[in-house]
Nanobody, 123 residues
């Protein structure tokens, strides 16, 4: 059974930091590109960041470039999202996702999704 389990969400003040983690079980982690998406109330799910199989290539939404960093540890089957200089508009449910092969910004290309973790940034 494939599982993606996110953790690390919470409430933080504007300007603060959070680190999200997402662990994959039931599949060979190193065969999957990983992505983070988010969805705020009343809005569509949007791409945040993605990372290649080896971690050598990353991609970010313009809204988070320079503030967020995606990384992975293939030995721990875990992908991370370090979020710094958080803004109220970053508040959303954050989802991690796994895509066989190539990292992509397209949510439709991802095969597996986590249950989401809430991030709330207060002003």
């Amino acid at each position: 059974q494939v599982q993606l389990v996110e953790s690390g969400g919470g409430l933080v003040q504007a300007g603060g930091s959070l680190r999200l983690s997402c662990a994959l079980s039931g599949r060979t982690f190193s065969l999957y590109a990983m992505g983070w998406f988010r969805q705020a109330p009343g809005k569509e799910r949007e791409f945040v960041a993605a990372i290649s199989l080896s971690g050598s290539s990353t991609n970010y939404a313009d809204s988070v470039k320079g503030r967020f960093t995606i990384s992975r540890d293939n030995a721990k089957n875990t992908v991370y999202l370090q979020m710094n200089s958080l803004k109220p508009e970053d508040s959303a449910v954050y989802y991690c996702a796994a895509a066989i092969g190539i990292a992509t910004i397209s949510s439709g290309k991802y095969d597996y999704w986590g249950q989401g973790t809430q991030v709330t940034v207060s002003s």
